[in-house]
T-cell receptor, first 112, second 114 residues
Framework: AQSVSQHNHHVILSEAASLELGCNYS??????LFWYVQYPGQHLQLLLK??????LVKGIKGFEAEFIKSKFSFNLRKPSVQWSDTAEYFC??????????FGAGTRLFVKA | DAGVTQSPTHLIKTRGQQVTLRCSPI?????VSWYQQVLGQGPQFIFQ???????GRGNFPDRFSARQFPNYSSELNVNALLLGDSALYLC?????????????FGSGTQLSVL
């Protein structure tokens, strides 16, 4: 069965620290990959997406993610986090069908 | 532009009761998906409807049902509620373009079953 694994459930960083959140998926075919973010009290929203082409994709608020097909990974990065990045981050995979599969999420807390 | 709207925002029911949750997609979106998010987990797929037809169903019991109306709004029904049905129920709409589908989520309905 297809699945998405996020390596860290909770991450605590100080402002200006670099961020990398791991995401691995299990599916051997073509995938569409997403990172969604949920800020406190807000709804889930799309942070960035990969459909095809350049495996390094850039999203909103300075986030980027790299698709490494050989590793089945789609890690999220940001060079310097801010207090306002405190949120829960979800990696998700769509294999071209009707279902998008989400990871369990990573809660990021950024200390001011 | 209005986003995905869900009602009610909160709901408290007792075991054995039935509940109906409602969702209005973004204007122009013809696909609605329902997800269940239990505390501490990611959203789990329940249903997708496109053009008023069920396109897919997740691993949920028959107590869960849904439908989509001609205006593309949708309802999720859950019968014979169990304590384990307590969760945040998310509706997401999308405008399907080939295989590339990104979801726009509503704020959800928080269901508590006592």
């Amino acid at each position: 069965a297809q699945s998405v694994s996020q390596h860290n459930h909770h991450v605590i960083l100080s402002e200006a620290a670099s961020l990398e959140l791991g995401c691995n998926y299990s599916y051997g075919g073509t995938v569409n990959l997403f990172w969604y973010v949920q800020y406190p009290g807000q709804h889930l929203q799309l942070l960035l997406k990969y459909f095809s082409g350049d495996p390094l994709v850039k999203g909103i608020k300075g986030f980027e993610a790299e698709f490494i097909k050989s590793k089945f990974s789609f890690n999220l990065r940001k060079p310097s986090v801010q207090w306002s990045d405190t949120a829960e981050y979800f990696c998700a995979v769509n294999t071209g069908g009707f279902k998008t599969i989400f990871g369990a999420g990573t809660r990021l807390f950024v200390k001011a | 532009d209005a986003g995905v709207t869900q009602s009610p925002t909160h709901l408290i029911k007792t075991r054995g009761q039935q509940v109906t949750l409602r969702c209005s997609p973004i204007s122009g979106h013809k696909s609605v998906s329902w997800y269940q998010q239990v505390l501490g987990q990611g959203p789990q797929f329940i249903f997708q409807y496109y053009e008023k037809e069920e396109r897919g169903r997740g691993n949920f019991p028959d107590r869960f049902s849904a439908r989509q109306f001609p205006n593309y709004s949708s309802e999720l029904n859950v019968n014979a509620l169990l304590l384990g049905d307590s969760a945040l129920y998310l509706c997401a709409s999308s405008f399907r373009q080939g295989d590339n589908e990104k979801l726009f989520f509503g704020s959800g309905t928080q269901l508590s079953v006592l």
